[in-house]
């Protein structure tokens, strides 16, 4: 994207930016001749990273958002696209559900949201976003999770969404092969954030934002577009599909976890 002097700008897009790790990916990547779109739904955070951005030297613009109105996202997104070239999007943008503290089943409203968030909504941006650059390049990198790897009996909406948005990814990265288009798929397993705060449970080897986004970007760079981490949690649930069902459950329930729900859950924040 042309700044004010004339000079071009690499053209990158993070939704969930307002926090936890979309906003330590946009720290990470924010710079001199770097324009940030930073994409989520709470204006007051969004311009919080915005800030922080900015005062790394990068250009930067807030949108506001939800991902879940499919229409208005593509329509935006191709817009955003005809302004400013986009060379890399992180895909981000995500909500948790599961059994909640009394131990009562997740709730089915909350079930449906978080599939809507994350697969559906990045699902719809990932689709957008390749076809706008099969003829000219960029990256495409979908946030999912290590919960994506196994089905686990606490968090089975936020399970299937991750899993839903990797299979999709990965279908797009076939579907797209000879093109110029790279498809990223990220398994992240505990990263400190607002949304793992909400996890009252065991949480192994838990990272930071920061060392998380580090570690994306190193990885990124170094020709990756598969990055789980980290690697012993991720081989240990690996593992889990090799085992029978039941003694897959037992390792799983060793590391059962109840989430406190947020303000948009009918449980009530």
């Given at each position: 994207?042309p700044?004010r002097?004339g000079?071009?700008?690499?053209?990158?897009?993070?939704?969930?930016?307002?926090?936890?790790?979309?906003?330590?990916?946009?720290?990470?990547y924010?710079a001199?001749?770097?324009h940030?779109?930073?994409?989520g739904?709470n204006?007051a955070r969004?311009?919080e990273t915005?800030?922080?951005?900015?005062?790394?030297?990068?250009?930067?613009?807030?949108?506001?958002?939800?991902?879940?109105?499919l229409?208005?996202?593509r329509?935006?997104?191709?817009e955003l696209?005809e302004?400013?070239?986009?060379?890399?999007a992180?895909?981000n943008?995500g909500?948790?559900?599961?059994?909640?503290?009394?131990?009562?089943p997740?709730?089915?409203?909350d079930?449906?949201?978080?599939?809507?968030?994350?697969?559906?909504?990045?699902?719809?941006?990932?689709?957008?976003?390749a076809?706008?650059?099969r003829?000219?390049?960029?990256?495409?990198?979908?946030?999912?999770?290590l919960?994506?790897?196994?089905p686990?009996?606490?968090?089975?909406a936020?399970?299937?969404?991750?899993?839903?948005?990797?299979?999709?990814?990965?279908?797009?990265?076939?579907?797209?092969?000879?093109t110029?288009?790279?498809i990223?798929?990220?398994?992240?397993?505990?990263?400190d954030?607002?949304?793992?705060?909400?996890?009252?449970?065991?949480q192994?080897?838990?990272?930071?934002?920061?060392?998380?986004?580090?570690?994306?970007?190193?990885?990124?760079?170094?020709?990756?577009?598969d990055?789980?981490?980290?690697?012993f949690?991720?081989?240990?649930?690996?593992?889990?599909?090799?085992?029978?069902?039941p003694?897959?459950?037992?390792?799983?329930?060793r590391?059962?976890?109840k989430?406190?729900?947020?303000?948009?859950?009918?449980?009530?924040?």
């Open positions: 994207m700044d002097n000079e071009n700008r690499r053209c990158m897009v993070i939704t969930g930016a307002g926090g936890g790790l979309g906003r330590a990916l946009a720290l990470e924010a001199l001749q770097t940030l779109v930073l994409w739904r204006a969004l311009e915005g800030e922080l951005c900015r005062e790394r030297g990068a250009s930067v613009r807030t949108l506001s958002l939800d991902i879940r109105a229409s208005a996202v329509e935006r997104l191709a696209d302004e400013c070239r986009i060379d890399l992180f895909l943008a909500v948790s559900s599961g059994s909640l503290p009394d131990g009562a997740e709730p089915v409203e079930a449906c949201r978080t599939l809507e968030v994350n697969a559906l909504g990045n699902i719809n941006m990932a689709a957008l976003l076809q706008r650059m003829g000219r390049g960029g990256r495409i990198v979908c946030i999912s999770s919960a994506a790897l196994y686990l009996p606490d968090s089975p936020y399970c299937a969404s991750k899993s839903a948005l990797a299979v999709y990814a990965r279908a797009l990265r076939a579907a797209y092969a000879g110029p288009v790279r990223g798929i990220v398994y992240p397993g505990y990263v954030s607002p949304m793992s705060r909400r996890i009252l449970g065991p192994p080897m838990r990272v930071s934002a920061g060392d998380a986004a580090a570690l994306i970007r190193a990885r990124l760079e170094a020709g990756a577009d990055i789980a981490f980290p690697l949690t991720a081989l240990g649930i690996r593992c889990l599909n090799l085992l029978p069902d003694a897959a459950y037992f390792f799983a329930r590391f059962g976890f989430v406190r729900p947020d303000d948009e859950s009918p449980a009530g924040g």
